[in-house]
């Protein structure tokens, strides 16, 4: 069954108040790498930094469940 709440915290996207992230999609092969070339957004209030698209526990009319496995 299909959860219909965003699980926040317990999931691999979610960023806590005052967290960092690239949502650039850029691919890094070293955390090195990320921190000098990544872009990096700060999430005041917390968030979802998924970059596959919108997530349907957030929005309704998202384009998929992206907390749990694609089938």
């Excluded at 699980?7 to 921190?35: H, M, N, Q």
């Amino acid at each position: 069954m299909l959860e219909e709440e965003c699980p926040k915290e317990r999931c691999f996207f979610w960023i806590p108040p005052g967290g960092f992230a690239d949502i650039s999609g850029d691919v890094f092969y070293t955390l090195d790498e990320s921190f000098k070339k990544g872009d990096w957004v700060k999430f005041k209030f917390g968030g979802c930094s998924c970059t596959f698209g919108s997530c349907n526990r957030i929005y309704k009319d998202g384009d998929n469940d992206y907390f749990e496995p694609i089938k």
